[in-house]
């Protein structure tokens, strides 16, 4: 699995220079900025969001060097992610250098500008977002100043598992905590991120969604991984965990190298347009690690 095809973000001077009381922190982040008016703090991604504007701000970080990550951002490879490149610039930022970079993008019929902040060294990216509706030109100035006071306090806590809505239980397997981004918990077997052991990713809807068949949303939601429309659905369940309804859904398909991967995902809908992802992804032992998903999904809980 692309795992910066999943997120991308964030690292910058390990100081907290220019800290005003006005500044808020980020949960799972060590980071802290100064919202843009009207924007609340979330739990479901580490941010703040404006719903009456279907606006939001949302720091990621990725363990990749800054400028591996800023040059991926070419007007190439963003249109190939249904991105369209306005503006891509090197700035000034806390006494180091960053790249501001101005996108749109057409979501669900809407079009939205994607404001990003990218700063970082040799060994951490981050990517600050500003999303917003392009219509809201209002907007673009209070969200550009909100992600230029993005500031990063290396002594904040960041512990992601304290923070999110949902727990699972991965004693007596293999798996390890690794990585939080976006609100998603990210575990490998071999403890690294990315890589090419056995993967699970837990994580809960962004926005609110309210589906008219769930089955066909859930298994359009395996095509939108990376690489997903060369998955082949070989079967989806009914389901129920935490008495939550979804659906289970498991996914096989031929890798470059012709190794087969194997992708299991479980689909929790909460009945108030909010949903729970468990996905697993694994190109050896098959029934082995499909077994270790099924297992962990069963233990996830709600907070």
């Known amino acids: 699995m692309k795992l910066a095809l999943l997120i991308i973000l964030l690292f910058t001077v390990d100081s907290a220079c220019g800290q005003t009381d006005n500044h808020i922190k980020v949960n799972g982040t060590k980071c802290r900025l100064v919202p843009a008016k009207g924007f609340v703090p979330v739990t479901n991604f580490s941010g703040f969001q404006n719903v009456e504007k ?3 701000i949302m720091i990621n970080e990725v363990p990749a060097p800054y400028q591996t990550v800023v040059e991926s951002f070419t007007a190439d490879a963003l249109r190939a992610r249904g991105m369209n490149l306005l503006d891509k610039q090197v700035i000034d930022f806390n006494s180091a250098k960053a790249t501001f970079i101005n996108v749109t ?3 669900n019929g809407v079009v939205y500008r994607k404001q990003m902040l990218v700063f970082g060294d040799a060994n951490k990216t981050v990517l600050v977002n500003g999303i917003y509706p ?3 030109k209002e907007l673009e100035t209070d969200i ?3 992600l230029l006071s993005t500031i990063y306090d290396s002594d904040q806590n960041d512990n992601p598992l304290t923070i999110v809505p949902f727990e699972i239980d991965i004693k007596n397997t293999d798996f390890k905590f690794v990585k939080y981004m976006s609100g998603s918990l990210l575990y490998s ?3 690294k991120i990315p890589t090419n052991a056995p993967l699970l990713i837990v994580s809960n809807s962004i926005s609110k969604v309210n589906p008219e068949n769930r089955k066909t949303f859930a298994e359009d939601r395996v095509k939108k991984l990376p690489d997903g429309a060369s998955l082949s ?3 989806t369940n009914e389901i129920i965990i935490d008495n939550l309804k979804g659906f289970e859904t498991i996914a096989e398909r031929k890798s470059s190298s012709a190794l087969t991967e194997v992708v299991y995902q479980v689909m929790l809908f909460d009945g108030n347009g909010n949903y729970f992802l468990i996905i697993g ?5 098959f029934e082995d690690n499909l077994k270790s998903y099924k297992d962990i999904a069963k233990t996830f809980k709600r907070k």
């Open 134 to 136: 392009d219509e809201l």
């Open 233 to 235: 659905i070989k079967q």
């Open 105 to 107: 993008q057409l979501a």
């Open 189 to 191: 077997t071999d403890g």
């Open 54 to 56: 279907s606006a939001s």
């Open 144 to 146: 550009k100043t909100a």
């Open 281 to 285: 992804q694994a190109r050896e032992d």
